[in-house]
């Protein structure tokens, strides 16, 4: 009894691979095939190349944050006193409960940090920003912030002075060694009531956090000095607290908040911008379901290819199944001629998605330079330069979207091959 071959043997590639070779008489199918082949590799570079920008955006916004920013902060509540009267709410043992927050498991360090809006000049030219007020040791913790490859000056150097962002420097036409003025509505107490308190102080250090809010609207001033600017004598308006892993900051609000005591309160980075990064995870999912819509109409080119192939292959059908081929053994040729189209295809296409995402920055400088300019806004999208970051996750993803989608739009065309009467095909021949 002669044994029945065994599925996917040698001569069904053979025979799916001789299909889909160029032939003279049968060009439509050959130009279908390379039509569907550049498809797949289109939507899947696509797919790719928007993955790998998607995660790299977000992994810089919030490199950005948890760089230059406390991963959480512990605050007092505004108190009541008397005749309806509110006293803002401070921190009047600041060095004790910093110690405190700093002995907690997980916890890095703590910081004691004076907070203060002011108006910020030079010659003509004026600017609105927060000024932060902490130790030297602290502001060198900061990696953002003390990132000798883009800041200028001495960070040794800011004691004597105040450190500002790039943005601020530049909007004021500020350098290293110029003195600007700061203008707090909060000033002294006269017989005439509040006045403005104006002082001026030397820039020694300008920063570039990579944030394009943060670097024009951020200023570091030593505690003392601004402990005395913004009369927060021997008290701070918060802790700010940094951990070891930031993506688990919620874990340590209830012990935060034990340890703070009565009153407190905690505001953690995802408080601030959890909302943003929501926003960004719902648009990487809708991207995501979009690019395979594109994905699948690429991928149904390979059924209008091998429906024309089907057609012409009738008369080679017939032969093949007088000469003893089975439904199942026509139905695996036709499946890998259409497997073929969309593996290639697929390997073609992350070739592509990997190059773009190796070199987006050079190809965003191209489109910068083709467009004059304005490409990438840093003042709406936050951060510099379109980042891209390849995950194992997000190529894994979308090759198994492309090979599933290749593989599922081969079956009907090769069914109908498979079903096809071997004596109506060869009726007319």
Same mark, same amino acid.
């Given at each position: 009894m002669p044994m029945t071959p065994r599925p996917f043997s040698r001569y069904e590639f053979l025979i799916a691979w001789r299909y889909l070779r160029a032939r003279r008489a049968e060009g439509g199918v050959s130009v279908m095939t390379w039509i569907s082949l550049i498809g797949v590799a289109l939507g899947v570079a696509a797919l790719i190349a928007t993955l790998a920008v998607r995660a790299g955006f977000r992994a810089e916004f919030v490199d950005t944050i948890l760089g230059a920013n406390a991963h959480t902060t512990v605050y007092q509540l505004p108190m009541q006193i008397a005749d309806g009267v509110t006293a803002p709410g401070v921190i009047s043992d600041y060095d004790a409960l910093a110690a405190k927050i700093a002995a907690l498991p997980g916890v890095t360090r703590a910081t004691p940090v004076v907070r203060g809006q002011v108006m910020v000049t030079n010659n003509d030219r004026s600017n609105v920003a927060e000024v932060y007020g902490l130790t030297l040791d602290a502001l060198k913790a900061i990696p953002r912030v003390n990132d000798p490859a883009v800041a200028q000056g001495n960070i040794e150097d800011f004691d004597k002075g105040i450190a500002i962002g790039s943005g601020i420097a530049r909007e004021l036409g500020v350098n290293l060694g110029d003195r600007i003025r700061l203008i707090s509505p909060d000033g002294a107490q006269t017989p005439m009531g509040v006045t403005p308190r104006i002082n001026a102080y030397e820039v020694t250090y300008i920063f570039t956090a990579g944030r394009y809010d943060i670097d024009r609207t #951020? %200023? $570091?001033?030593?505690?003392?000095?601004? /402990?005395? $600017?913004?009369?927060?004598?021997?008290?701070?308006?918060?802790?700010?607290? $940094?951990?070891?892993?930031?993506? #688990? =900051?919620?874990?340590?609000?209830?012990?935060?908040? /034990?340890?703070?005591?009565?009153?407190?309160?905690?505001?953690?980075?995802?408080? *601030? *911008?959890?909302?943003?990064? #929501?926003?960004?995870? =719902?648009e990487d999912d809708v991207m995501f379901v979009i690019l395979a819509v594109l994905v699948l109409i690429a991928t149904m080119n390979i059924t209008s290819g091998l429906i024309m192939l089907v057609k012409n292959k009738g008369r080679d059908i017939g032969i093949l199944r007088t000469m003893g081929l089975t439904e199942g053994a026509v139905m695996r040729v036709f @499946?890998?001629?259409?497997? @073929?189209?969309? %593996?290639? +295809?697929? =390997?073609?296409?992350?070739?592509? +998605?990997?190059? @773009?995402?190796?070199?987006?920055?050079?190809?965003?400088? @191209?489109?910068?330079? =083709?467009?004059g300019g304005g490409a990438w806004d840093p003042s709406i999208r936050g951060i510099y330069e379109l980042p891209a970051k390849l995950q194992a996750w997000d190529l894994f993803r979308a090759v198994a979207l492309a090979l599933f989608l290749s593989f599922v739009v081969t079956i009907f065309p090769a069914r109908r091959a498979a079903r096809m009467n071997p004596v109506e095909a060869l009726r007319y021949e």
């Open positions: #951020r %200023i $570091y001033m030593p505690l003392a000095e601004a /402990q005395s $600017y913004f009369n927060r004598e021997d008290v701070a308006d918060e802790i700010e607290v $940094y951990v070891g892993d930031p993506e #688990r =900051i919620d874990d340590w609000t209830l012990p935060l908040l /034990q340890a703070a005591g009565d009153g407190a309160q905690v505001w953690t980075w995802r408080d *601030s *911008s959890g909302s943003f990064l #929501r926003a960004l995870d =719902i @499946f890998l001629c259409g497997a @073929f189209t969309g %593996i290639i +295809g697929t =390997i073609a296409g992350v070739v592509l +998605g990997v190059l @773009f995402a190796l070199n987006v920055s050079s190809i965003m400088a @191209f489109v910068n330079w =083709i467009s």
